[in-house]
């Protein structure tokens, strides 16, 4: 898709801190987090949303979190994950995109981190493919 921001992550047009990737889906670190470890986990196909997204992928995206959990807790210290998928009203990026949210004891007070955090994270993760 022309002009669609994470086509051109997906194309390497525009660089990200990538954690994980297969054929089909790719997670990498999301620009503004608002949690350390924020990521985005998408579909290399370009979807809208949970209206027009392949089940099939919707599923595989569902097996790659799973895979991804632990290695939230084991590299992170992670006791919790929060999953959030906005649709339409709400959606910035109109290309499916499932927020993962590492979740730390007391994190509500917790401030924003930043780039240069995520970036730390990524190398933590040594690319997982
Ligand atoms: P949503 O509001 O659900 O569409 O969320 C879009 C998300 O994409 C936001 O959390 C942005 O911070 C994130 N985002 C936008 N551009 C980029 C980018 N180039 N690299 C990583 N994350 C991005
Ligand atoms: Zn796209």
């Known amino acids: 898709m022309e002009n669609c921001i ?4 997906v194309k390497g047009e525009i660089p990200s801190y ?16 608002i949690a350390k470890g924020h990521c985005l986990v998408i579909p290399k196909n370009h979807y ?3 209206m027009d997204i392949d089940k099939d992928v919707l599923r595989e995206i569902d097996e790659v979190i799973k895979e991804l959990y632990p290695k939230f807790k084991e590299k992170l210290g ?3 994950l929060t999953r959030m998928q906005n ?3 709400g959606q910035e990026v109109k290309h499916y995109h ?8 007391g994190d509500r007070q917790e401030p924003k ?15 997982l493919t």
């Open 78 to 80: 992670a006791e919790g």
């Open 113 to 127: 981190v930043d780039e240069e955090a995520q970036k730390t994270v990524a190398e933590a993760f040594e690319r």
């Open 48 to 50: 809208t949303n949970l």
């Open 87 to 89: 649709n339409e009203l």
């Open 98 to 105: 499932m927020h993962l949210i590492p979740r730390y004891k």
């Open 6 to 9: 994470f086509c051109k992550i």
């Open 18 to 33: 990538t954690i994980y990737e297969n054929d089909r889906i790719k997670v990498f670190m999301d620009i503004n987090p």
